[in-house]
């Protein structure tokens, strides 16, 4: 039996939602970024577990004392960087009460309500985004969606389900080639803009994967990759699968789906669409343009953790035709099989993903979709756009700044002239851990990336923030405001190294959003 009785749990528990309604009520009293150096917690920590068990006020004590000083607080108003890892406290409770349940559903025998309530969430989600119904369980077809952990997994999966649909359909094309001959000559496409994930799926299915040149607008455009495919069909290649971006890691730029996917449904090639961020802004009736030609995806992917107030991990993915997935995926043992398998609304979801287990993500769904309500949610939606126009609106009114682009709630912006004068500003505004944006490049340029993430952004967030990037172009600059002109000796501003490649914040860009700070691929 636990050491921890009932009694120590309801007051353990107590404790626990105390500080963390506490903690993010007061969230902006925080610096948003932690001021730890490497290390730091091993120096704090027992090399080893102790002998005896701990009362849990002084683990409580502890993990205010150790813990939270190293946090970044991504639930801050004043987190501008990546893209959102917004939450909400009807998602907290789901994810608590999914916590306390300890379901295991990887089969609808499992737990039925595990599924079922999936199913429903998922049909639920694809009508609130106005998604083609062919990937919905509730129309006609063998559509179907699933909740996945992240994007990443979403895209190894579906570029595991192309990989093994493409090898049985060429294995009969031709018989004069061996299963491993076939493997070797298979490729995938992508933008060179797209998410770092795209480019690890290729690695880990063993497929190469091309990263395409994007326009000027970080567009992928159907030219390229029509010329890219028809080059590799030239060779002997067979092309695979392409994963389209809609809301690129950069910039939130979105590939032209109306040029790709035709071409895609006529020379058998998967189309998955990742549209982690930007396919919350689907339910708005406004942006449904931006899913021009989505109608000819095999499947797509949208992070309710991002921006649709669900806590992470929870990433939705529909597929049109579900059976191409788990004629991939199936290995179905005796002590797995139940007597209710293959009912379309009971699907075993363990032939739909990489892992047997799976957690009842759903509940969190239901909870937060229930007490906000699809109203609430275009609301809530449309408001951070209009956080990110004010943003958009404080930079085009001071003339040493230039706005690069600006798509649903994020600015792209720098310092005009030199890059150098950009990188020290974000540098310096990173060093103070008032504000936290990253930065990427567009057009050759380096920019400063604005975001509107956080539990509860207001207009006064924004105003802050913008005070914060004006104060230090103040400094930086040499800006005298008794004169209102610049001062007549600046010193030379040099390129930091701050975020150069390589660097400790360099890294962590590149490794936790794949925004290649200046390589040649200018993600």
Known sequence: MANMDVNEFREFGRAAIDFVADYLENIRDRDVLPSVEPGYLHDMLPEELQNEPEDWKTIMEDFKRCILPGLTHWQSPHFHAFYPSQTSYSSIVGETLAAGLGVVGFSWICSPVCT????????WLGQLLNLPRSFLNCSEGNGGGI????ASESILVAVLAAREQAVRRLRDQHPDLTESEI??????????????????????GAIKMRLLPADETGILRGSTFIQAVEEDVAKGLFPVVCVATL????????????????????????????????????CLPEYTHIMTGAERADSLNFNLHKWMFVNFDCCA??????????????????YLQHQFQGHSRAPDYRHWQIQLGRRFRSLKVWITLRTMGAERIRQLIRFH??????FEEYVRTDERFEVLCSTLALVCFRLK???????RLLENITQRKKVFMIPATYQGKFIIRFMICGIDPQMHDIEYAWNEVRTQ??????????????????????????FEKGSEIGKITESLNGIMISDEKGQ
């Open 116 to 123: 079922e309530l999936e199913v429903i969430m998922m049909n």
């Open 147 to 150: 909740i996945q952990g992240s």
């Open 183 to 204: 493997r070797g000559r298979l490729v995938a496409y992508t933008s060179d803009q797209s998410n770092s994930a795209v480019e690890k799926a290729g690695i880990l």
């Open 247 to 282: 809301g690129t890691t950069g910039t939130c730029a979105y590939d032209n789906l109306a040029e790709i996917g035709p071409y895609c449904n006529e020379h058998d090639i998967w189309l998955h669409i990742d549209a982690a961020y930007a396919g919350a802004a689907l």
């Open 317 to 334: 993915m529909w597929f049109k035709d579900a059976g191409s997935v788990t004629k991939s995926f199936s290995v179905d043992r005796i």
């Open 385 to 390: 756009i209009q956080l990110a126009n004010r």
């Open 417 to 423: 002239g030199e890059d150098a004068h950009s990188k």
């Open 473 to 498: 172009a103040d400094l930086l600059l040499g800006f005298d405001h008794n004169r209102n002109e610049l001062k007549d000796s600046v010193e030379p501003v040099e390129s930091p190294k701050l």
